[in-house]
């Protein structure tokens, strides 16, 4: 997994190394926004078991994703508008969370960031 210590740390570093991503933390939890919308909700504290959890926005991949065990709908109405809550085991493939984490970016990224993030090219997740 790189240089990382655990799967929640290579996944904040993927969220916080697109285009104009920066943290937040309303309601005392960690997030990643580009502008002024987020993208990821990392919440306020990571599994101990080496796992990870984040809330990302899924309009395409939503119903491949809540086919997991580890994955639901996100409550306070979240949910309705395509965002999935994932408790991903320490053995989940990087891979999947980046290419989750970046649909979401995609989904709520001004269109400028997303045609320069595009252009860059597809981000390999670590």
């Known amino acids: 997994m790189n240089a990382y210590t655990s799967l929640a740390d290579a996944v904040r570093a993927f969220a916080f190394s697109l285009?104009?991503?920066?943290?937040?933390?309303?309601?005392?939890?960690?997030?990643?926004?580009v502008g002024k919308k987020v993208f990821v909700f990392f919440?306020?504290?990571?599994?101990p078991d080496g796992?990870?959890?984040?809330?990302?926005?899924?309009?395409?991949?939503k119903e491949d994703a809540l086919a997991l065990p580890f994955t639901k709908l996100m409550g306070y109405g979240l949910g309705r508008g395509g965002w999935v809550g994932i408790q991903?085991?320490?053995?989940?493939?990087?891979?999947?969370?980046?290419?989750w984490v970046e649909e979401s970016y995609r989904a709520v990224a001004p269109k400028a960031l997303r045609r320069q993030h595009a252009e860059a090219g597809p981000s390999s997740g670590g």
């Open 19 to 33: 285009p104009e991503a920066w943290e937040d933390h309303p309601w005392g939890e960690s997030v990643a926004k």
């Open 43 to 47: 919440g306020s504290d990571q599994p």
């Open 51 to 61: 796992g990870c959890w984040l809330g990302v926005k899924l309009p395409e991949s």
């Open 88 to 99: 991903a085991p320490a053995d989940m493939p990087l891979e999947v969370l980046t290419q």
